[in-house]
């Protein structure tokens, strides 16, 4: 697959992965340090939730609302898909034949045109900036569905290129996401050479003893923080099979592909079915600012028959009724064509594509003109959109969590859900 600079100067291209890895690192402990009392808001569920996020800003008119035809349309033609009525790009025809299983929203509006800006506020529904730092939707997601004693992380983020931050906030660093690269187990997972199974057990239950005497004493924050963080990974060490994508059987290799993507997706469909609440899977980069038609061609080619049969498997094994399904962008493309044959960014009408649990199938929620420019019924954002997935899954978006003393709200109280998508 192609990869290409961005050529839009945003402040974020220019961090390094390094960079971007260890800031989230201290964000997890500072967030530990806060020990909030939270409120038993939500319930555990054993709902999930896929976030398909498509970085860079994909164009709505090559993909979920196109306009044929129409002097901002483009070459490409619309298809039918497998609910009457409903169109979608003709880039998407494995998708196109599992719309039955999902449903559209066509009137996102009101996003920043800004890369960072435009992700922060879709994966914490909130406008930026808001005063207090918020949780991401991985995050309440975890919340909401982790029993205490789930073995695995509630919240993996599989990365591509691209990605997203997996911020907890106050939630703590038991909800943070936990970075699978190139849907590799976690870092730092696997049992050093030579070291024996029951040898490891016995140095875990001494470190333990120890660490029970020391907080008895000097139990602080930072104490907590590392005892949690050393308890995930002797979990992830007995858990490792389960973040093997290679243990699924070459059919299904074949069936979703060979590509990083069609990877990540059977890695997404491995991690699901073990009941991880939350995965994200990340596919980049759309911004596409030059040629913008050949490299949709690429992008979702790539993307569609992994994304496609992962939406089947998930209704052919019964977890598509408990499993929200997400795919979105930060913002959509510039209906004007510019003179490099590239979209630029936009955030005043575009689409996004959800479906799966409590998500009315074959709905189409929102419309814009004839060329794309506005939205002129049903206009939602980022909030509303938070709101939707959590009610989608049985949570009550309009409850709060006990932080410092305060009641905080779980989602944007300005905002509600998109009650005509919920079934």
């Known amino acids: 697959m192609a990869r290409f600079a961005r050529p839009c100067g945003s402040a974020e291209h220019g961090l390094s992965r390094r960079a971007l890895f260890g800031g989230m690192a201290a964000a997890a402990a500072g967030s530990l340090a806060a020990?909030?009392?939270?409120?038993?808001?939500?319930?555990?569920?054993?709902?999930?939730?896929?976030q398909i996020f498509l970085h860079g800003g994909v164009s709505q008119l090559e993909s979920?609302?196109?306009?044929?035809?129409?002097?901002t349309g483009g070459p490409f033609r619309a298809i039918p898909t497998s609910v009457p009525g409903i169109h979608v790009s003709e880039l998407l025809p494995c998708t196109a034949r599992q719309m039955h299983h999902l449903g559209l929203v066509r009137g996102m509006t009101g996003g920043s045109?800004?890369?960072?800006?435009?992700?922060?506020?879709?994966?914490?529904?909130?406008d930026q900036p808001v005063p207090l730092d918020v949780p991401d939707l991985g995050a309440v997601v975890a919340r909401a569905c982790l029993t205490d004693d789930f073995p695995l992380p509630g919240h993996v983020l599989i990365r591509g290129a691209g990605g997203g931050p997996g911020n907890a906030s106050y939630l703590g660093p038991r909800y943070a996401g936990v970075i699978m690269e190139d849907a590799k187990p976690p870092a730092f997972t696997d049992r050093p050479a030579g070291l024996a199974v029951e040898a490891d057990r016995r140095r875990a239950a001494l470190r333990a003893r120890l660490d029970d005497r020391f907080s008895g004493r000097r139990r602080t924050a930072d104490t907590d923080a590392y005892t949690f963080s050393h308890g995930q990974a002797l979990e992830l060490l007995d858990q490792r099979s389960v973040f093997d994508v290679d243990r699924e059987p070459e059919r299904d290799h074949d069936r979703y592909g060979r590509s990083e993507f069609g990877r990540h997706c059977l890695m997404a469909r491995r991690l699901l079915e073990h009941g991880v609440p939350f995965v994200q899977v990340n596919h980049s980069n759309y911004d596409t600012h030059f040629e913008n038609f050949d490299f949709?061609?690429?992008?979702?080619?790539?993307?569609?028959?992994?994304?496609?049969t992962l939406v089947e498997d998930l209704a052919v094994r019964g977890l598509l009724d408990d499993t929200v399904v997400c795919v979105m962008s930060e913002f959509g493309r510039t209906p004007r064509i510019n003179a490099g044959y590239g979209r630029d960014h936009w955030g005043k009408s575009w689409s996004i594509l959800l479906g799966g649990a409590g998500i009315q199938r074959g709905a189409v929620v929102g419309r814009t003109n004839a060329d794309g420019t506005e939205v002129v019924d049903?206009?939602?954002?980022?909030?509303?959109?938070?709101?939707?997935?959590?009610?989608?899954?049985?949570?009550?978006s309009s409850a709060t969590f006990a932080v410092g003393g305060r009641e905080v709200t779980i989602a944007d109280p300005a905002k509600g859900p998109i009650t005509e998508?919920?079934?």
């Open 35 to 50: 020990r909030p009392a939270l409120a038993r808001a939500v319930a555990g569920t054993n709902k999930r939730v896929l």
């Open 64 to 71: 979920w609302d196109p306009k044929p035809g129409t002097a």
């Open 113 to 126: 045109d800004d890369h960072g800006r435009g992700q922060r506020e879709m994966f914490s529904g909130r």
């Open 296 to 308: 949709h061609i690429e992008q979702l080619g790539e993307f569609d028959r992994p994304f496609a």
């Open 378 to 396: 049903r206009p939602v954002d980022h909030g509303h959109v938070f709101h939707t997935v959590l009610r989608a899954i049985g949570v009550d």
């Open 421 to 423: 998508l919920l079934s």
